[in-house]
């Protein structure tokens, strides 16, 4: 078992390494921020280690090292956040050690305090870094102003020099990840919507089958959690970007929110629609849905559905399809519109099957609708 997982792992890094050297991917990201990374710890040691000899020159590098983040603002925010927590540490240690004169009595009086300054908010996620900065300093040899001063010194031409490389060396963009889970997400929203229709229109029932289409449904509502991440990390990449002022990529517009909230309200119709076919699979295969041909009226609609989100995808992210989204929401439309007065016609007198066909137009009317207004 241990072996099969190992191998798994190992086709998985190959598979990886792949699509690195076939194009841009989130793999080649990956491998060009871990080169990044090195260059900058590399420049930093190079500087003040070999040229400069500086008395804590190790400082230098560890600090360019963590600042090539993955995006430029989270460098410099992260940056601007280590040098403080870092400042913070070294003065107290500095300040308490020359007091005291011992590193011992220092510690025990430190980092208790730099610990609780850690948990400031406005030092985020680099709070940590002032318990650092004040190990360093009563660690590292006798506490002296001039020593401590260069340990200072070093740390903020380290991060001069991580935030530098990151904003200048290709700095990373995430547009094309947005894209691959807003597109991704789009297209299984299309499937679940075309498996459902030909389940309908073909008069299977089947509870295991309509469980599968609705375990579908919530997993596609993660994946719009995931899209929405997605495209927050792609607008950030883009702060404080060189490649963004330089006009070599264009900047993230409404259209990503546009499709974020579609594919927010795809997933909820999906997820409606697959829930009332589960609870009819799970009572009869038939009931609730006597009327085959209103059923396999809906089933259409369904298609329909599913070939308008597809659209929508392509006219926002592909090709320019803006005509054709806008002819499918109009049949779609149509389509609702029938559907209504085939229900108002229908001779069923079953509350309970009234009541399905309501849950499934008004999950349908509230996706039309919405398509509508993001494909104008």
């Keep these: 078992m241990a072996g099969q997982g190992l191998w798994r792992d190992l086709s998985a890094a190959a598979n990886g390494v792949r699509r690195a050297w076939a194009g841009p991917c989130r ?5 060009v921020q871990a080169a990044k990374g090195a260059l900058a710890a590399w420049v930093a040691w190079a500087v003040a280690g070999w040229w400069l000899h500086a008395p804590v020159a190790f400082v230098a590098p560890w600090v360019a090292l963590v600042l090539v983040e993955s995006t430029v603002y989270r460098s410099i925010a992260h940056g601007l956040q ?130 599968s289409w609705h375990d579908r449904a919530l997993r596609l509502h993660q994946r719009v959690q995931e899209a929405h991440s997605a495209v927050a990390w792609g607008r950030e990449s883009l702060r404080a970007n060189p490649r963004l002022r330089r006009g070599k990529v264009a900047p993230a517009g409404k259209e990503y929110d546009d499709a974020v909230v579609v594919l927010d309200y795809a997933a909820v119709h999906t997820a409606g629609v697959t829930r009332t076919v589960r609870a009819i699979a799970a009572e009869d295969g038939t009931a609730g849905l006597s009327d085959v041909r209103l ?15 597809r659209l929508y995808s392509h006219s926002r992210f592909d090709d320019e399809r803006e005509d054709e989204l806008r002819t499918a929401v109009t049949e779609l439309r149509e389509s609702l519109g029938g559907l209504r007065r085939d229900l108002v016609r229908s001779r069923t007198d079953d509350p309970d099957e009234l009541a399905t066909y309501g849950a499934l137009l008004a999950q349908a009317h509230r996706l039309t609708d919405q398509l509508a207004v993001s494909g104008t």
């Design 82 to 211: 280590q040098l403080g927590a870092i400042a913070a540490g070294t003065v107290l240690a500095t300040a308490v050690g020359l007091l005291l004169h011992s590193a011992v009595g220092a510690m025990v009086l430190v980092l208790p305090l730099v610990m609780l300054l850690g948990q400031w908010s406005r030092l985020g996620s680099q709070g940590v870094y002032a318990a650092t900065g004040a190990l360093f300093v009563l660690t590292g040899g006798p506490v002296t102003v001039a020593t401590s001063a260069a340990r200072l010194g070093e740390a903020l031409f380290g991060a001069v020099v991580g935030i530098t490389i990151n904003a200048l060396v290709r700095p990373p963009v995430y547009l094309r990840d947005s894209r691959a889970v807003l597109r991704d997400a789009t297209e299984e929203a299309y499937d679940i919507l075309r498996d459902v229709a030909d389940g309908l229109a073909g008069g299977r029932w089947d509870p295991e089958e309509a469980g």
């Design 295 to 309: 059923a396999r009226r809906y089933a259409d609609f369904l298609r329909q559905t599913a070939h308008a989100l």
């Design 27 to 31: 793999e080649r990201d990956l491998v």
